[in-house]
C-alpha cells in the first residue's frame, strides 16, 4: 500500500540546520502535491510549503521565513525540507502529505516526525 514515512528529526540545538526526509513507497504512488506541515505543542497543524512532483516547483507559506527549502528527488521517490538557523519556535511534529491531482486533498499523510529544539 501507498504510504509516506517522514525521518530526519530529533534533538537539535538553536543555530542548527535541520534537514527532514519524506520518502513515497509502495506505489505506484500518483503524486500531484507534496506538502509539509508542522504542528506544534497546543498550536493547530499549519501548512509550512510544498513542491509539485512534476516539475519540482516549490512554494511556502507566508507563515515561514527563507530559512525553509523544499527540494525532491524523483529517483528516490523524497521530498526533503530543509531549515537553517534552526528556532526554538520551530519545534513541532513535521508531517508531509501528498495529492493525487492538482486541487486534490492532501489524500496521504506521514506519521510525523518530531523535531525538539534545545540547548
Known amino acids: 500500500q501507498e504510504q509516506l514515512v517522514e525521518s530526519g528529526g530529533g534533538l537539535v540545538q538553536p543555530g542548527d540546520s535541520l534537514r527532514l526526509s519524506c520518502a513515497a513507497s509502495?506505489?505506484?504512488?500518483?503524486?500531484?502535491?507534496v506538502g509539509w506541515f508542522r504542528q506544534a505543542p497546543g498550536k493547530e497543524r499549519e501548512f509550512v510549503g510544498g513542491?509539485?512532483?512534476?516539475?519540482?516547483?516549490?512554494y511556502l507559506s507566508g507563515s515561514v521565513d527563507g530559512r525553509f527549502t523544499i527540494s525532491g528527488d524523483k529517483a528516490k521517490n523524497t521530498v526533503y525540507l530543509q531549515v537553517s538557523s534552526v528556532q526554538r519556535e520551530d519545534a513541532a511534529v513535521y508531517y508531509c502529505a501528498a495529492t493525487e491531482y492538482a486541487g486534490g486533498p492532501y489524500a496521504y499523510w506521514g506519521q510525523g516526525t518530531r523535531v525538539t529544539v534545545s540547548s
Open positions: 513542491l509539485r512532483w512534476d516539475n519540482n516547483d516549490t
Open positions: 509502495g506505489g505506484p504512488f500518483s503524486l500531484y502535491n
